[in-house]
C-alpha cells in the first residue's frame, strides 16, 4: 500500500498523478467508477453502473458489463463474432478480483458466455485457465448450455467475403465506429458495435479493484490460435494495492512484452496510470521498431484512488468511462505514432 511517505517521496519526483497525464474522477474516495475499451464500453458501462452503484462488487460489475457486448450479435465479440479461418466461432475471456483469484478460458466453442465460464473456472476449481473441449466440458457440467452451430448473419457475409482471398490481415481500430467501412461497419444493422475485444476494469464503493476481457480474437485467425485476453498479465491485471489495468488490439504483441502485468508495475512505481500505459507502449514500440505501424494495441488503467488513464499505438482507440447514471463518455486515447 502506498503511504504518506513513499506518496511524498513520488510527489518530489514527479510522479503522483496529478504529475502526469490521466484523469482524476470528480469525486473524490471511494467513489465508484468503471472504464472499458472502444465504443461498445458504453453499453458495458451501463450494465456495470448498475452493480457498482448499489454498492456492488467490482467483481460482479465487471462480469455483468461484458456480458452485454457478449451478447450483442456484431461481428467481433461473442458468438456474433468473426470467425477463425476454418469457419468457426471460438471465444477467449479472462477475470480476476481484489485477491488475485482469477479464472480463464480459452477456443472455447458454441458457450454464449464465456466469462461467466471464467469466473466458474476461477471460483469452483483449482486451476486458472481451461481451453477448448475441456473448457466447453467444464461449463456444461456448469449448467451453460451449448448455442446452436453456425455463425451470425453478418459474420457469415463477412466469412464469405474473407474467402476470396483468404488472407490474415488484421484491421487495425476495427473496434472504433470511426474506422467505419463497406467491409468493417463499426454499427452494424442490428445496431451492435464492430470490435475484436471488450475489457474493463472497475473500483467499487468498497475500494476494491476487479477487471474482466472478453474476445472472439482476430477475425480468420489460425485454427487454436489464442489471444492475450485469456492470459493473466497479458490482456488483464488486477493488483488489488495498486490498480487494474487491461489490453485490447494485437495480442500476439502484448502477450510479447506481458503487457498489464507491465503497466502495474510501472503504476506501483508510481506511475500514474496514463503514463504507466505509455511507458509500456514505449516498450512495445522498442520491439516492434518499424513494425509497429501494421498494429495497434491500447491499454487502459485504473488506480486504487479512481484515477484513470490510457493510451495506444497508433491514433484511433477510445475508451468509455463511467462514474455516474449519466456521466458515461467516450475518451480518445493517446498514441505514440
Ligand atoms: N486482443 C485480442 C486478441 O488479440 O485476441
Known amino acids: 500500500m502506498f503511504n504518506r511517505r513513499k506518496f511524498l517521496q513520488l510527489s518530489s519526483l514527479g510522479l503522483t498523478a496529478a504529475g502526469f497525464s490521466g484523469f482524476r474522477p470528480k469525486t473524490a474516495g471511494n467513489q465508484p467508477i468503471v472504464i472499458s475499451t472502444w465504443d461498445a464500453g458504453i453499453d458495458a458501462n451501463k450494465a456495470a453502473w448498475k452493480v457498482l452503484r448499489n454498492k456492488g462488487r467490482a467483481l460482479d460489475a465487471v462480469e455483468q458489463g461484458v456480458m452485454v457486448t457478449e451478447s450483442s450479435q456484431g461481428c467481433c465479440v461473442g458468438l456474433g463474432a468473426n470467425p477463425d479461418r476454418d469457419g468457426y466461432v471460438t471465444l477467449d475471456a479472462s477475470i480476476m478480483d481484489e485477491f488475485a483469484n482469477c479464472g480463464a478460458v480459452a477456443f472455447l466453442e458454441r458457450i454464449k458466455h464465456p466469462i461467466q465460464v471464467a469466473r466458474k473456472v476461477m471460483e469452483n476449481t483449482p486451476h486458472v485457465m481451461l481451453v477448448g473441449e475441456g473448457a466447453q466440458q467444464f461449463a456444461l457440467s456448469q449448467g451453460f448450455v451449448l448455442e446452436k452451430e453456425g455463425l ?17 490481415k488484421p484491421v487495425i481500430n476495427i473496434e472504433n465506429k470511426k474506422h467505419q467501412t463497406a467491409f468493417a461497419p463499426a454499427r452494424l444493422s442490428d445496431g451492435s458495435w464492430n ?32 489471444g492475450d485476453s485469456p492470459i493473466i498479465g497479458a490482456g488483464l491485471f488486477v493488483d488489488n494495492e495498486v490498480g487494474a489495468a487491461v489490453a485490447t488490439g494485437q495480442g500476439e504483441d502484448v502477450i510479447r512484452m506481458g503487457g498489464t502485468h507491465t503497466v502495474i508495475e510501472l503504476m506501483r512505481q508510481g506511475y500514474a496510470p496514463g503514463q504507466a500505459c505509455k511507458k509500456a507502449m514505449e516498450r512495445l514500440l522498442k520491439i516492434k521498431g518499424s513494425k509497429a505501424k501494421e498494429i495497434q494495441v491500447a491499454f487502459i488503467a485504473l488506480n486504487k484512488n479512481g484515477e484513470h488513464g490510457a493510451y495506444c499505438l497508433q491514433k484511433g482507440f477510445n475508451y468509455a468511462v463511467c462514474t455516474g447514471d449519466d456521466q458515461n463518455t467516450l475518451i480518445e486515447a493517446k498514441y505514440l505514432i
Open 152 to 168: 451470425s448473419k453478418d459474420a457469415e457475409t463477412e466469412y464469405k467475403k474473407w474467402l476470396e482471398k483468404s488472407e490474415y
Open 195 to 226: 470490435h475484436d475485444t471488450i475489457g474493463m476494469v472497475a473500483l467499487d464503493a468498497a475500494g476494491n479493484l476487479s477487471g474482466s476481457c472478453t474476445t472472439s480474437g482476430q477475425g480468420f485467425k489460425m485454427r487454436g490460435r489464442v
